[in-house]
Nanobody
């Protein structure tokens, strides 16, 4: 299984970015997908998760109303649309696929495949 994340970059506060994560080697439509992030000197934290069929999503309080997670099962890809970015959103963003099929979780221990990370830097 490989997860390839892309779309990070350097932006100004208030700007938008769209992250993508393309998955290969798994039956994509069976697995919940999530985004986590890790800021410098901090622990990895949950950002957003989407149910295997896209019907249910959940977000960290810090990104609710600004970020939107979505997926295209035909393209084996999950997205994270990030609007109204803030300097505190600066982090490496990781996509992850759930350890078990048809399971939905925001806990990092429930995810066993991780992308390589894509850096998002938001300037004041």
């Amino acid at each position: 299984v490989q997860l390839q994340a892309s779309g990070g970059g350097l932006v100004q506060a208030g700007d938008s970015l769209r992250l993508s994560c393309a998955a290969t080697g798994l039956t994509f439509g069976r697995y919940s997908m999530a985004w986590f992030r890790q800021a410098p000197g901090k622990a990895r934290e949950f950002v957003a998760v989407i149910h295997w069929n896209g019907g249910t999503v959940n977000y960290a309080d810090s990104v609710k109303g600004r970020f939107t997670i979505s997926r295209d099962n035909a393209k084996n890809t999950v997205y994270l649309q990030m609007n109204s970015l803030k300097p505190e959103d600066t982090a490496v963003y990781y996509c992850a696929s759930a350890r078990l099929s048809f399971r939905y979780s925001s806990g990092s221990s429930d995810y066993n495949y991780w992308g390589q990370g894509t850096l998002v830097t938001v300037l004041q």
